[in-house]
C-alpha cells in the first residue's frame, strides 16, 4: 500500500513535469498546423481543421521573409554535414595519439585542448569576423564551417579518447605484430570498434553546428544564411508570424529532435565520457 | 624485416619497441597537428588579434587607426555598466546551473524509479535538449507575450492574476522568463548525465545499508552520493562553461533588456562590436573576459580532477 502511495505520488510528479517540458514542443506543432488566421486568436482556439497552408507558405518562400526557408535548410544541412566530418576527420587522429601514444607533454596538451571548449564564441566572432571581411569569406560556407569544426573539437577528442581507451589495446597490438602499419591499424582495427563513439560526437557536433547563431548571424548575409538565423526573422517589423515561425520551427527541430530521440544511449555514453560502463 | 617481425610474433609485448621513443612522439604529434593547428587558429590567433586591437583605435573602414595604449582599458573599466552586467553575468550562470542542478537531481531520482512507463518518460524529458536554442527562445517570447500570449491568457482566465504580466518591461520578470527558458532547455542535459550516475550504483551497498537500518535519506547521503560524485562533477562542470557561452537565446528573448537588467558580457560584446564597430573596446573587454573565463575554468578542472578520472592519462 505505501508502496503504491510512493508510485503514485511519483508518477503524477512525473507527468506533470512532462507537461511541462512537452508544452512548448506541443504548441509549436499544434500552431503550424492551425489555420494562419487562427493561430494569433485568443482565447485560443482548440478545434479548429488542420491544414498545412503555413508548410506551404514557409517552404516556398510565401512570406515577409526574403528567401525560402527550404533554401536555408539547405545551407544548413551542408555546413552541418561539413563541419561535423571535417571535427571528425580532425579529432579521430588526434584522440587516439593521446589514448595511445606516450610523449613528453601529452597531458598538459590533452588538458588545454579541453580548456579550449571555454573559448566563448561572443569572443572569437569578433576577430574572425575581421579576418573575413578582409579576406572576403563573409556569406560563404567555410566561414562556418571551419567555426564550428573547431568548437566542436574539443569535446570530439575527449570523447572518442575515452572511447579509444576502453578498446583492448591487445587487439591493436596483434594487428602491428602482423605488420600492419599505424594508419592501417588506426582505419582497420580502431575506427569500427570507435563506431559508437563517433556516432555519439557526430550527434552532438551536429546538433551545434545546427543550432548555432551567433556566427551565422554575424558572418552570413544570404548565400550561407542558416535555418535559425531565418527562423529569428519571423519576428519582423510586420510583426510576428506565428504559424510561419511555428512551421519553420518544426522542420528545423525534428531532424534533431529525431536523432536525438533514437541515438540517446549513444549520447549518454558520450557526454559521461566512459564512466558509465 | 622477417626476422624482426617473427621475434615480435614470439613477444607480443614488445609490439611498443618496434619505433624508437622519439619516433613514436613525432608520430603522435603528427596524429594531433592538424586538430592542434585548427584550435590555435580558433583560440591563441584571436586572443592574440584581440590583445594587439586592444591596445588600439581600430578603423574598420577609414584610414584613423592608431595605438592609444590602456586608452580602451580605462574606457571598459571605468564603464559601471560592464561591470553590472559582468555581475549579471555570473548571477546567471549561478542561477541557472543551481536550479538546473537541483531539478535535474530530482527528476534522475524520480526516473531512476521504475515504473512501467519510465522509458517513455525519459524519452519525453530528453526532448527539449534537442530543441534549437534561438526556437526555443522565440516560443517563449511568443508564449509570455503580454497581448497574444497563452501564458498571461490562461493565468487570467484561471484567476491567477488580475493584471497581464509584462513579462520583458520588468527587472524580476524578465530574469525569471530568461531563467525559466535555460532551466527548461538544459535540465535535461543534467538528469540525462545523473540518470545514467544512479543506474550505475551498485546494489550491494545499498542491500547492506538497508540492511544496516539506514533510512532513504541516510541512504542517500552515504551511499548514493557517492558513488554519484563523478557524475555531478561532469554535469555541473560542463553545464556552467556553456551557460558562460550563452548569447543566442537570451539576445532572442529579452536582447538584454529591459534597459541592461538580463545584458550578459555576451551581448556586450556583441553591441560593442558588431554595432557600434568600437573594435579597440570590444577587444579590451574580450581579454578581460578571457582571463577572467581561464581562471574560472581551472577552477572547473580542478572539480573534474579530483572527482573523476576523465584527466588522467
Known amino acids: 500500500m505505501r508502496r503504491f502511495l510512493a508510485d503514485t505520488l511519483f508518477r503524477l510528479l512525473l507527468w506533470g513535469a512532462a507537461i511541462i517540458a512537452l508544452f512548448p514542443v506541443i504548441w509549436v506543432v499544434l500552431t503550424s498546423i492551425k489555420p494562419p ?3 494569433q486568436a485568443l482565447p485560443p482556439v482548440w478545434d479548429f481543421a488542420p491544414t498545412l497552408q503555413s508548410y506551404r507558405d514557409v517552404l516556398g518562400g510565401n512570406t515577409y521573409t526574403s528567401q525560402a526557408f527550404g533554401t536555408l535548410l539547405m545551407h544548413s544541412l551542408i555546413v552541418t554535414v561539413a563541419s561535423t566530418l571535417l571535427g571528425l576527420a ?6 587516439y595519439a593521446l589514448a595511445r601514444f606516450r610523449f613528453r607533454g601529452k597531458r598538459g596538451t590533452a588538458n588545454w585542448i579541453l580548456s579550449t571548449i571555454m573559448f566563448p564564441p561572443a569572443v572569437s566572432v569578433v576577430p574572425v569576423f575581421i579576418f573575413a571581411s578582409k579576406l572576403g ?7 562556418l564551417v571551419v567555426p564550428y569544426a573547431a568548437f566542436n573539437l574539443p569535446m570530439v577528442i575527449w570523447m572518442l579518447r575515452s572511447f579509444i581507451k576502453q578498446i583492448p589495446h591487445e587487439i591493436e597490438e596483434a594487428a602491428m605484430v602482423d ?10 582495427i580502431v575506427l569500427p570498434l570507435l563506431m559508437p563513439g563517433i556516432v555519439a560526437a557526430s550527434l552532438l557536433s551536429a546538433m551545434l553546428a545546427w543550432n548555432e547563431f551567433l556566427f551565422a548571424l554575424t558572418l552570413t548575409r544570404s548565400a550561407a544564411k542558416t535555418a535559425p538565423v531565418g527562423i529569428s526573422e519571423f519576428t519582423n517589423m510586420y510583426g510576428t508570424q506565428w504559424g510561419s515561425l511555428t512551421a519553420a520551427a518544426t522542420v528545423t527541430v525534428a531532424p534533431i529532435l529525431l ?3 533514437v541515438l540517446r544511449r549513444r549520447l549518454v555514453e558520450g557526454l559521461t565520457f566512459g564512466a558509465v560502463k | 624485416m622477417t626476422v624482426v617481425r617473427t621475434g615480435l610474433r614470439a613477444r607480443p609485448a614488445a609490439a611498443r619497441t618496434r619505433s624508437t621513443p622519439s619516433r613514436r612522439a613525432l608520430k603522435a604529434w603528427g596524429f594531433m597537428l592538424p586538430a592542434g593547428a585548427l584550435l590555435l587558429a580558433m583560440t591563441v590567433v584571436p586572443t592574440l588579434y584581440l590583445a594587439y586591437c586592444a591596445f588600439r583605435h581600430e578603423d574598420l573602414l577609414g584610414p584613423n587607426s592608431r595605438w592609444v595604449g590602456l586608452e580602451n582599458f580605462r574606457h571598459v573599466l571605468g564603464d559601471p555598466n560592464i561591470w553590472a552586467d559582468a555581475l549579471t553575468t555570473l548571477q546567471f550562470v549561478a542561477l541557472a546551473v543551481a536550479v538546473e542542478m537541483a531539478l535535474g537531481l530530482g527528476l534522475a531520482l524520480m526516473l531512476s524509479r521504475k515504473l512501467a512507463e519510465t522509458d517513455l518518460l525519459t524519452a519525453l524529458f530528453i526532448l527539449p535538449l534537442g530543441v534549437t536554442p534561438v ?3 522565440l516560443v517563449f517570447r511568443v508564449l509570455l507575450d503580454p497581448a497574444y500570449g497563452w501564458v498571461d491568457y490562461y493565468l487570467q482566465s484561471w484567476g491567477l492574476i488580475d493584471q497581464p504580466i509584462d513579462w520583458f518591461g520588468e527587472p524580476f520578470y524578465a530574469w525569471t522568463a530568461v531563467i525559466g527558458l535555460d532551466v527548461w532547455q538544459w535540465t535535461p542535459f543534467v538528469a540525462l548525465i545523473l540518470l545514467a550516475g544512479l543506474q550505475g550504483v551498485p546494489s550491494e551497498p545499498k542491500e547492506a545499508a538497508r540492511l544496516d537500518g539506514a533510512n532513504a535519506l541516510q541512504l ?7 558513488f554519484m560524485a563523478p557524475f555531478l562533477a561532469i554535469a555541473l562542470v560542463f553545464r ?8 543566442g537565446s537570451v539576445f532572442v528573448l529579452t536582447g538584454g533588456g529591459p534597459g541592461t537588467s538580463t545584458s550578459l558580457i555576451n551581448l556586450d560584446l556583441y553591441r560593442i562590436a558588431l554595432q557600434n564597430f568600437d573594435i579597440g573596446a570590444a577587444a579590451a573587454l574580450g581579454i578581460c573576459f578571457l582571463v577572467v573565463l581561464s581562471l574560472i575554468m581551472g577552477r572547473l578542472l580542478a572539480v573534474l580532477n579530483r572527482n573523476t578520472d576523465i584527466l588522467e592519462d
Do not use: M, N
Open chain 2, 220 to 226: 542517500f547521503w552515504h551511499i548514493i552520493l557517492p
Open chain 1, 90 to 95: 580532425l579529432g579521430v587522429p588526434a584522440a
Open chain 1, 137 to 143: 569569406l563573409t556569406d560563404t560556407f567555410p566561414v
Open chain 2, 135 to 137: 526556437v526555443s527562445a
Open chain 2, 240 to 247: 556552467a562553461i556553456e551557460a558562460f557561452k550563452t548569447f
Open chain 1, 37 to 39: 488566421e487562427l493561430s
Open chain 1, 179 to 188: 605488420g600492419a602499419s599505424q594508419g592501417a591499424v588506426l582505419r582497420y
Open chain 1, 259 to 261: 536523432a536525438t530521440l
